[in-house]
């Protein structure tokens, strides 16, 4: 079984949808990120998580928000999808202590 | 721009033959991380290097990190098909587990 798992893996949408994201883990890590993926921009950090409590925005976090609802568990919501938030979706976690950060399969989203 | 940026962004070649993947920066990073992508899933961690100087082997695979530690390369000897995917760069600042920063990517086809 993975040990971080995504879903929905694959959304299509209308612009102005609220879209949620979700992502779950079994490795018992108290860090959680979720990145978006454009081609030839790598991955951009939307928002992270160092425990239940700790929600921190990253580089990109306009038109994004998140919650952390376990430790095993941070939701990405798009209150109102736009043409331009159409990429590839990552979750990632690590444990404290470490910069090794290990991704969820992913979620291609496409917004109309 | 992006702080770590990677080159080229598209590499072709024979199997058998070897390649270099480029990573700077004008910013210093307390380590640095290689990953590698394959289409439909997440990055998965390669190495971590951390000493400027750091040479580290996988395989038919070398990591440097700059005296400085600016920079990366990682070496590909021999290359086989089943390295082609994306590689990416990412660097961490200041205290381990820190979030990361992301290179744009290279994608490496190897054809038989």
Same mark, same amino acid.
């Not at chain 1, 995504?6 to 890590?29: A, D, W, Y």
């Not at chain 1, 209150?79 to 404290?96: G, H, M, R, V």
């Given at each position: ?6 879903t929905?893996?694959?959304r ?7 879209i949620?994201? =979700?992502? $779950? ?5 108290? *860090? ?6 454009d081609?030839? @921009? ?16 990253? =580089?990109? $976090? ?5 919650? *952390? ?8 919501? @798009? ?19 470490y ?14 | ?6 080159s ?6 024979q ?9 700077n ?20 961690l ?5 000493t ?43 205290a ?17």
């Amino acid at each position: 079984d993975a040990d971080v798992t995504q879903t929905p893996r694959n959304r299509i949408t209308k612009t102005g949808k609220r879209i949620m994201l =979700e992502c $779950s883990q079994t490795k018992g890590h108290d *860090r959680m990120y979720w990145y978006r993926q454009d081609p030839g @921009l790598g991955l951009r950090l939307i928002y992270y998580s160092f425990d239940v409590k700790d929600i921190n925005k990253g =580089e990109i $976090s306009d038109g994004y928000s998140v919650s *952390r609802q376990a430790q095993a568990k941070f939701s990405l919501s @798009l209150e109102s999808a736009i043409p331009n938030q159409t990429a590839l979706y990552f979750c990632a976690t690590s444990p404290q202590g470490y910069n090794e950060q290990f991704f969820g399969p992913g979620t291609r989203l496409t917004v109309l | 721009t992006q702080l770590l940026e990677q080159s080229p962004q598209f590499l072709s070649i024979q199997e058998g033959e070897n390649l270099t993947v480029y990573c700077n920066s004008s910013s210093v990073f307390s380590s640095l991380q290689w990953y590698r992508q394959e289409p439909g899933e997440g990055p998965v961690l390669l190495v971590t290097v951390v000493t400027g100087g750091e040479v580290k082997k996988l395989k038919r695979l070398t990591f440097q990190f700059g005296d400085a530690r600016k920079d990366s390369s990682l070496h590909i000897t021999a290359a086989q098909p089943g390295d082609t995917g994306l590689y990416l760069c990412a660097g961490a600042r200041g205290a381990a587990g820190n979030k990361l920063t992301f290179g744009g990517g290279t994608r490496v086809l190897v054809k038989p």
